[in-house]
């Protein structure tokens, strides 16, 4: 276990600012997420914790050693990328064993160390097959096992299952999730999928621009989001955002029509967001609102009821199999307390 930190990290690729002033401390045995949509750095950020691209300017640590120019092999960490990145004509276990056999290490322990991520990762059947002779899955559990022989103290990982159908990533997902548990290592993984991120972490990291917009729980972060790009990234479907004004009381109100009542808490006199997610939005006869259905989703445990209000426009999460018709006026109820406010211009929380 060892924690990493990266301070002032500043990256230029083709001229381009890609990672900027980027401050950052991974707590040792954290299974930390680097989140956010595609180009805004993610994989330039692992990159350079690995030593694969170097940094124009910051410093960064691996268990409290600086490793800014330190070679790749001396960093003490293991990679998983994407493309599993086989030997398609070594086995299995020479491929998990060949950055092992190069180091020179002892036979006996490369023995031990592929026979233990073998029996963690269920590859003790297929180690004399070849890549080709396994599925996209088993490719990649592969490929995991040759970063576990390392035995590193931090374990990176690059969108290591977006090659996977829906079902085995979530099986991989849950693997990775007690493999994190059992070994109790730093992990930092990349990832642009919000259920891996929300799933897997013990911190996530959102990033847009190349710098870190909101580092939290998942929990954090999803309820307290910082800014609106955090509120509208996190969450399927998205969080309603609702333009408007809070009045000297704390009220909240768009296009004629109030949303929140009086609240000292709140700020007052002056425009605002509201963010409303679907879950918060709730169906039933004795609602304080009234909307128009305009679109319904079914999703079989549960259904999407769109809802249009004035202008505004809103998700309900439904868990009954009532059916909904379109242009149906229905009450509906807001959990306020769990709103967010941000501010207009700025798209801060307020
Ligand atoms: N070698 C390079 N030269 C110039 N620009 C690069 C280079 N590598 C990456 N970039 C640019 O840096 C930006 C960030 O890329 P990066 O791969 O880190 O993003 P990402 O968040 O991981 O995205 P994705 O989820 O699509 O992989 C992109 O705009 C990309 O085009």
Redesign the pocket.
């Known amino acids: 276990m060892a924690n990493v930190s990266l301070r002032k990290l500043n990256i230029v690729?083709?001229g381009?600012p890609?990672i900027r002033d980027l401050d950052l401390c991974v707590e040792p045995g954290e299974f930390l997420v680097l989140l956010?949509?595609?180009?805004?750095?993610?994989?330039?950020?692992?990159?350079s914790i690995a030593g694969l691209?170097d940094s124009d300017s910051g410093a960064i640590e691996i268990g409290g050693r600086d490793m800014t120019d330190a070679d790749p092999s001396e960093r003490g960490i293991g990679m998983v990328f994407q493309s599993y990145a086989l030997y398609p004509t070594m086995t299995v276990e020479d491929n998990m064993s060949f950055g092992l056999r190069i180091a020179g290490t002892p036979k006996a322990e490369i023995r031990r160390r592929v026979d233990r991520a073998a029996a963690m990762l269920q590859l003790d059947a297929l180690l004399r097959r070849k890549p080709a002779q396994l599925s996209g899955g088993q490719r990649q559990r592969v490929a995991i096992g040759r970063a576990l022989v390392r035995e590193a103290q931090v374990f990176l990982f690059?969108?290591p299952l977006s090659n996977l159908d829906a079902k085995l990533r979530a099986e991989l997902r849950r693997e990775l999730k007690l493999l994190h548990q059992t070994l109790g290592s730093t992990m930092i993984y990349?990832t642009?999928d919000q259920v891996e991120a929300m799933t897997l972490a013990t911190r996530i990291v959102v990033?847009q621009g190349?710098e870190i917009q909101q580092i939290g729980t998942p929990l954090d972060v999803y309820e307290r989001p910082a800014n609106r790009f955090v509120a509208g990234f996190l969450g399927a479907p998205a969080m309603a955002f609702v333009e408007g004004t809070l009045d000297a009381q704390g009220r909240f109100e768009a296009d004629g029509m109030r949303y929140l009542q009086e609240d000292a808490s709140r700020p007052a006199g002056r425009s605002a967001v509201l963010g409303i997610r679907p879950e918060h939005v709730a169906i039933q006869p004795d609602g304080d609102f009234v909307g128009e259905v305009t679109l319904v989703e079914p999703m079989g445990n549960h259904q999407v009821v769109w809802l249009r209000r004035g202008k505004a426009t809103l998700a309900s999460l439904v868990h009954d199999a009532r059916s909904y018709a379109l242009g149906e006026r229905v009450a509906f109820s807001i959990d306020t307390a769990r709103v967010s406010l941000f501010d207009p211009v700025t798209g801060n929380r307020l």
């Open positions: 690729l083709g381009k890609i956010g949509p595609s180009g805004c750095g993610k994989s330039t950020l692992l990159h691209v690059d969108e990349v642009h990033m190349g």
